[in-house]
């Protein structure tokens, strides 16, 4: 990921942000995106923002579209295709039973994955798909679509900008800032499924 990271910034601006908004769009809703890199890219090119090679403004506006799109995409995707596979004879993958509990999910922690979802890799792909199969609101699912694009996006990006501007040398650091970032984001997710597993 990181040779595919360094081939997108290294394109030249305007190919850049074209690369990057594909990127970010199709690891937001499409099956195929959870391939991609998404925090290993943003954290990048917030650096190379602050070095003068990008546009913090550009990149942010380009990253929160794409991210916002994609999730669009994957939630009628998971809209249109999804009832018609659970309508399938009962199976290990799908199953009448499988829809309710994606139905009562969303209608729980909906909104909380849509925005927390954002931040956990694998997870922001297929989230907007099941929001989508369990039939979420979509004006509720557009409003924290939004929010939670723009949370992930710039914020994770600007956290790139600024760390640059704070640590010398912090090239050197990219992978490692990565992997923190990635494990503060799934730090939660992991405390609250512990809890949940200790009351039951």
Not at 139 to 152: E, K, P
Not at 164 to 186: E, F, G, Q, R, W
Request: glycine share 10%; hydrophobic share 50%.
């Amino acid at each position: 990921m990181q040779t595919f990271t360094h081939y997108i910034l290294g394109l030249g601006p305007t190919l850049a942000y074209v690369a990057i908004f594909f990127t970010i769009f199709a690891e937001s809703g499409l099956l195929i995106g959870f391939i991609l890199p998404g925090d290993s890219l943003l954290i990048p090119a917030g650096l190379l923002a602050q070095h003068g090679n990008l546009n913090i403004f550009i990149l942010c506006a380009v990253t929160g579209i794409a991210t916002i799109i994609g999730n669009q995409v994957g939630y009628i995707f998971g809209k249109q295709v999804g009832p018609a596979l659970f309508n399938r004879p009962d199976s290990r993958l799908f199953s009448k039973s499988r829809l309710k509990e994606a139905h009562a999910f969303y209608d729980k922690y909906g909104v909380q994955a849509l925005v927390l979802g954002r931040f956990v890799p694998f997870a922001r792909t297929f989230i907007p798909i099941l929001a989508g199969v369990s039939e979420m609101n979509y004006q509720t699912f557009m409003l924290y679509n939004v929010i939670g694009g723009i949370l992930w996006t710039s914020g994770v990006t600007l956290l790139g900008y600024f760390l640059s501007k704070a640590i010398p040398n912090i090239d050197n650091y990219v992978l490692l800032i990565v992997v923190i970032v990635l494990v503060l984001s799934v730090l939660p997710i992991v405390i609250k499924l512990l809890k949940h597993r200790s009351k039951a």
